[in-house]
């Protein structure tokens, strides 16, 4: 029998729903012997089981789930289980309504759906209690049990009653005080000022939107009763067992709450990626797979480990605009391409497509056919083969000396802010354009949450920190200092913690000083405008100049070096202004790029900024266009590299050393062939 911690082989698992077919047991028992031979090993099981599991308020149904579990277990397959509470049974939303969900403009869900409970609700929360206590008592401590999957997608916010009331709770707690509340939300505009706590609403599109400070709140605090619903949630489990672990399967760039502030109670990060693949008419992926792997990244930085891809399909889904099927080897590229990036699993949104519901058509292992020689059964069994012998490539680090700042509150906040540019402001783009380069050139960058360790890295870059916490400033600064080197953007260092604008010279907190400019105003441009950047002293290899786009941010040089300056076509408009500055701080180095660029800026500017740094990539090697290269390093020491094609051509790369083929032996001396949309794991050949 395999072994029992939880990541001795790479996870190939699929969610599993036979709560859907309890009624024919012969696809049950069919079940387990084609997972076998799609070389699955694992299952997510029970997402939206409740239903099945308390079929009537108290009456808890089990043995069917523990027959299935022992039954996948006796035949090597383990589970991952799940608490149902992203469903509720439709007899528990009739007995009590409270548990559904009030929308931003106040009007009560009716039975439906799923991901649509309210988090406050004390109705909920003990009876999501009493049904996990159950699952743990059963199946805590099962030998097949891998890890607990809570809940699913845990997304979205309710403006109940109950809700509003724990909102003004947790103000309370916060401020303290009413004068201190009104006077950190400016509410003194309008006449907005509360006299009462009782006034305090939540956001509505009909009601207040208005004060920043309040959405922002809003936001942090549906973070906090995710957070302790969660708590709820994961607190059977591990009193049932302590060494259970627990994981929550993200939705990429989801931005309804602080996935960072979620992470802390997470043993293992996961996520549910779904890219809508194949838009482009030449083939060429580079667009989708970056954000993919940008988000992969991600989730591997929250816990500084490898996480799991818990969802994927192995061929189409059904709720993009045009739900294309994964092209033939496709799927192959895509999975590697996470093992690339620290995943440990590769899983499957579906096993089996449903006969009927929402999701019938969403593609699956085994499809409606219910054969094993489609193309799809088959490219999962193929992949699954590959991934049988990868057992050391579990726990692999990835060791990046690039981090990215990503802060969730910044975003809410600069999204959230009327002016400068309503029409996108754009903060999430820039972080991409910068991470792109890196992505292309095999570079292996961390993303990082202002709360965490950045000390570490030798190049931290700093897209967009509108919303700027003087702790966080204070160790930005810091770490300039003590020789680190640190790329500032334009709209950095505006509002402090409350969305309150600084005053004074920005950016805040010393980040002025640290960058040597001050800010004179912001100017963003209509979609069709463009300006240009003038390099004027390169300190490294760039182009003569660049073109600009959507902000452009006026500043001038206060002890920093000049390296780059607006052409703006405007007469009236001073010469020589400022728009790409360096300055030296401490042991360090403070850039400063005050307007947002094209993408080859970013590629010319941070790639030959991380050559001077030192910091290597992947491979050494200069990658054709859409091939795409990370190294993981194994718990042994074996280091394994990576290769992605993500274009409909072949294309070669030059190695710096001989390499070989991990799953062929084959070694490659200095040229090595990538079909189109090929992928190769790769080990040194000696
Ligand atoms: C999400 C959900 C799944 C399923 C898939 C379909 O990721 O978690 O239950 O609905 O989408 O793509
Ligand atoms: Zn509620």
């Given at each position: 029998m395999p072994s029992l911690t939880p990541y001795p082989h790479i996870i190939h698992g699929c969610d599993y729903n036979p709560e859907q077919w309890l009624h024919s047991p012969e696809i049950l028992k069919q079940d387990i012997e084609l997972m076998k031979q799609a070389n699955i090993n694992s299952v997510s099981i029970g997402i939206f089981a409740w239903a099945a599991l308390e079929?009537?308020?108290?009456?808890?149904?089990?043995d069917w789930l523990a027959e299935i579990v022992d039954r996948l277990w006796e035949n090597g397959i383990t589970s991952v289980m799940a608490t149902p509470s992203g469903a509720k049974p439709v007899w528990m939303s009739h007995k009590y309504p409270e548990i559904r969900r009030v929308s931003a403009s106040r009007i009560r869900d009716l039975q439906?759906?799923?991901?649509?409970?309210?988090?406050?609700s004390p109705v909920y929360r003990e009876k999501v209690r009493a049904i996990n206590t159950k699952l743990a008592e059963r199946f805590?401590?099962?030998?097949?049990?891998?890890?607990w999957h809570i809940s699913n997608e845990i997304q979205g916010e309710c403006h109940c009653e109950l809700c509003q009331a724990a909102f003004r709770e947790w103000l309370k707690e916060r401020y303290g005080t009413l004068d201190a509340l009104n006077l950190a939300w400016w509410t003194s505009f309008w006449s907005h000022?509360?006299?009462?706590?009782?006034q305090i609403e939540s956001p509505a599109p009909n009601g207040e939107n208005s004060i920043h400070g309040l959405t922002l709140d809003w936001k942090r605090f549906c973070t906090h009763q995710t957070y302790t619903f969660f708590e709820n949630e994961i607190a059977p489990i591990k009193a049932a067992n302590p060494n259970a672990k627990v994981t929550m399967n993200l939705m990429g760039f989801?931005?309804?709450?602080?996935y960072w502030k979620m992470?802390?109670?997470?043993?293992v990060v996961s996520w549910d990626c779904y890219p809508a693949w194949h838009t482009q008419q030449d083939g060429d992926e580079t667009y989708n797979a970056f954000w993919a792997d940008a988000y992969s990244d991600i989730c591997r930085s929250m816990l500084g480990k490898p996480y799991l891809l818990m969802e994927n399909t192995p061929s189409q889904t059904n709720w993009q605009g045009i739900c294309r099927p994964k092209t033939w080897g496709f799927h192959r590229l895509t999975a590697i391409s996470h093992l690339a990036h620290g995943a440990d699993s590769i899983q499957y949104f579906q096993w089996r497509q449903g006969?009927?519901?929402?999701?019938?058509f969403h593609g699956a292992?085994?499809?409606?056919?219910?054969?094993?020689?489609?193309r799809v059964f088959q490219e999962v069994r193929g992949l699954g083969e590959t991934l049988k012998r990868l057992?050391?490539?579990?726990?692999a680090k990835t060791d990046a000396k690039i981090a990215m700042l990503y802060d969730i509150e910044s975003h809410w906040a600069v999204n959230d802010a009327?002016?400068?540019?309503?029409?996108?402001?754009?903060d999430n783009d820039l972080m991409l354009r910068m991470y792109l380069p890196f992505w292309t050139a095999g570079y292996a960058v961390d993303f990082v949450s202002?709360?965490?360790?950045?000390?570490?890295?030798?190049l931290l870059c700093v897209p967009?920190?509108?919303?700027?916490r003087n702790d966080i400033a204070a160790r930005i600064r810091n770490y300039v200092k003590q020789g680190g080197t640190v790329v500032l953007t334009m709209?950095?260092?505006?509002?402090d913690e409350h969305d309150l604008c600084y005053m004074?010279?920005?950016?805040a907190e010393g980040l002025a000083e640290l960058a040597g400019i001050r800010v004179l105003e912001i100017d963003p441009l209509y979609d069709d405008e463009y300006e240009t950047l003038r390099i004027t002293?390169?300190?490294f290899p760039l182009a003569e100049s660049y073109r600009l786009e959507r902000l452009c941010e006026r500043i001038t040089a206060e002890g920093a070096e000049v390296l780059g300056v607006y052409e703006h076509g405007n007469p009236c408009m001073p010469d020589e202004m400022p728009c790409l500055t360096r300055n030296s701080f401490g042991r360090g180095t403070a850039y400063y790029a005050a307007a947002f660029a094209e993408d080859r800026f970013y590629s010319d500017f941070l790639l030959s900024l991380a050559e001077r740094l030192g910091i290597q990539p992947a491979l050494d090697t200069a990658f054709p266009h859409g091939v795409t290269a990370q190294r993981r390093t194994a718990q042994d020491g074996t280091a394994f590299w990576f290769l992605m094609n993500w274009t409909r051509e072949q294309k070669a790369v030059t190695l710096p050393f001989a390499l070989k083929?991990?799953?062929?032996d084959k070694i490659y001396q200095n040229k090595l062939p990538l079909p189109p949309y090929g992928a190769k794991i790769l080990v040194r050949a000696n």
């Open positions: 079929p009537e308020e108290g009456r808890y149904e089990l439906g759906g799923r991901h649509n409970h309210c988090y406050t805590a401590n099962h030998p097949g049990v891998i890890l000022t509360y006299t009462d706590w009782s989801y931005d309804g709450i602080d992470s802390k109670l997470l043993d006969r009927g519901g929402a999701e019938k292992v085994m499809t409606h056919a219910n054969r094993t020689d489609t057992d050391a490539l579990c726990g009327q002016g400068p540019r309503n029409d996108g402001i754009g202002p709360d965490m360790d950045f000390s570490g890295y030798h967009m920190l509108y919303l700027l709209h950095t260092g505006v509002v004074g010279d920005t950016p002293k390169a300190p083929d991990y799953e062929t």
